[in-house]
């Protein structure tokens, strides 16, 4: 077995079949991919001249071109639309990087939804939850390769919004992710992120808020609550964070701290116990708010507007 009738044979076959898997849509990539992988032509080319056996040749050159194959494939850009509703725009070939890059989709709207959840599950990014919609979640993500997917889950007490963060490519090391998500203001919501280090900032204060739980790395964390909802809790468990919440003056409110803190602001609070504090007016509320907090925080603030 000759190495040279090898050597081309895998390459003809190897284009060939990522030409019919783009073209039968199994998978997509730009071939402009190719062109980033000049320096592999030296890679072969060294292989070529090795004083070794033939078959020692050919492992060699399956090993590169499995790699060349997983590298223009996993790190290409993804067609203008997919089923998880991606979008890119043009790629720029100045500093070879995609210029704008964004996934959305939504799930709609039912009169029949009572109570709803949302758990999301990513990595490293910003995540925002600031607005309402008409349906009954909106996703927009914008500045990394990675992508999510969504499932729904319905049930007479309850509609689950799974949403799951599938693909960061290895080579993509700088994370300028930013989610944005809206949310129906009908529905009684329970809401879980885990996240690693994030910069989280969710204005909640226009939702019926049953639970927050929130699984993060270091990072900021940005809470505004609403008093819209009997009884609130917000359970956190981070690393080494800046946390900030806000809560409504006319909520009652009962924090259970266990952190080792920098500093803290708990403007409104009295002590009642080691790691324990109420608010003056936490017995007399109609609607209260109870916090859990767990983290290696260099600050904690809690604002009371």
Wanted: glycine share 6%.
């Amino acid at each position: 077995m000759k190495y040279k009738n090898v050597f081309w044979g895998l390459i003809l076959i190897l284009i060939g079949s990522l030409a019919i898997a783009r073209n039968l849509d199994l998978l997509y990539f730009d071939w402009i991919r190719f062109v980033k992988l000049w320096p592999v032509l030296f890679i072969l080319w060294g292989i070529s001249v090795l004083p070794v056996r033939d078959y020692v040749k050919i492992v060699l050159l399956v090993i590169v071109l499995g790699g060349a194959t997983w590298f223009v494939v996993d790190s290409s850009a993804y067609p203008n639309e997919d089923k998880y509703g991606f979008v890119f725009d043009d790629w720029n070939y100045k500093s070879n990087t995609l210029s704008k890059y964004h996934q959305s989709f939504t799930i709609p709207w039912a009169d029949s939804i009572k109570k709803a959840s949302l758990d999301m599950e990513a990595a490293a990014g910003s995540f925002h939850i600031t607005d309402t919609t008409t349906s009954l979640v909106d996703f927009n993500q914008t500045g990394s390769k990675s992508s999510f997917e969504y499932v729904v889950e319905r049930t007479p007490e309850q509609t689950k919004v799974k949403i799951n963060e599938k693909h960061h490519h290895v080579f993509y090391r700088k994370s300028n992710k930013r989610v944005v998500i809206k949310l129906n203001p009908k529905p009684v919501w329970d809401i879980n992120l885990d996240a690693g280090a994030s910069a989280v900032k969710y204005d909640l204060s226009g939702f019926k808020l049953h639970k927050l739980n929130i699984d993060g790395g270091a990072g900021s964390f940005k809470i505004t609550l609403g008093d819209r909802y009997p009884n609130t809790f917000l359970t956190m468990d981070a690393g080494a964070s800046s946390v900030l919440i806000k809560i409504p003056e006319s909520s009652g409110c009962d924090l259970e701290l266990s952190s080792v803190l920098s500093g803290k602001n708990l403007s409104g609070f009295e002590k009642t116990d080691n790691g324990h504090y109420q608010t003056a007016n936490y017995d007399s509320a109609t609607n209260k708010i109870h916090l859990n907090i767990d983290a290696a925080v260099s600050s904690f603030t809690i604002i009371r507007y």
